[in-house]
C-alpha cells in the first residue's frame, strides 16, 4: 500500500511565500514522475508543476519566475516552494505521483489536499 502525504499549506498574505512537502511511503519499487496540481473553488485541476526522476521539470506559465519543484529521492519526497504568492493562488494543492510497487505493477496516487490560501 502506497500514501502520498502533503503539508505545509496554510494561510499567507499577497507576496509572501509558503513550502510545501510532499512524502511517499509503503511498498514503493520505483518512484516516477511525481507533480503538483491545483485546484480552486468551482474550477478544474490543473497541473502547477512536475518533476522527473532524473530531474527535470515544467512549469504552467503562471507561475514560472515564483514556483520551484524539487526533489530528494533518497526520502521519497517532493517540495514545492512558493514564492511572490498572489490570490489566485488561492486552492487545494495536490500532490501525484507515478509509482511502481511491484516489478510489474504501476500507478497513479494522489494526496489527501492541502490548503493554500493567499489573502491580498
Known amino acids: 500500500q502506497v500514501q502520498l502525504v502533503e503539508s505545509g499549506g496554510g494561510l499567507v498574505q499577497a507576496g509572501g511565500s509558503l513550502r510545501l512537502s510532499c512524502a511517499a511511503s509503503?511498498?514503493?519499487?520505483?518512484?516516477?514522475?511525481m507533480g503538483w496540481y491545483r485546484q480552486a473553488p468551482g474550477k478544474q485541476r490543473e497541473l502547477v508543476a512536475a518533476?522527473?526522476?532524473?530531474?527535470?521539470?515544467n512549469y504552467a506559465d503562471s507561475v514560472k519566475g515564483r514556483f520551484t519543484i524539487s526533489r530528494d529521492n533518497a526520502k521519497n519526497t517532493m517540495y514545492l516552494q512558493m514564492n511572490s504568492l498572489k490570490p489566485e493562488d488561492t486552492a487545494v494543492y495536490y500532490c501525484?505521483?507515478?509509482?511502481?510497487?511491484?516489478?510489474?505493477?504501476?500507478?497513479?496516487?494522489w494526496g489527501q489536499g492541502t490548503q493554500v490560501t493567499v489573502s491580498s
Open positions: 501525484n505521483a507515478d509509482i511502481v510497487t511491484t516489478p510489474t505493477y504501476r500507478n497513479l496516487y
Open positions: 509503503g511498498s514503493i519499487f520505483r518512484l516516477n514522475a
Open positions: 518533476i522527473t526522476s532524473g530531474g527535470s521539470t
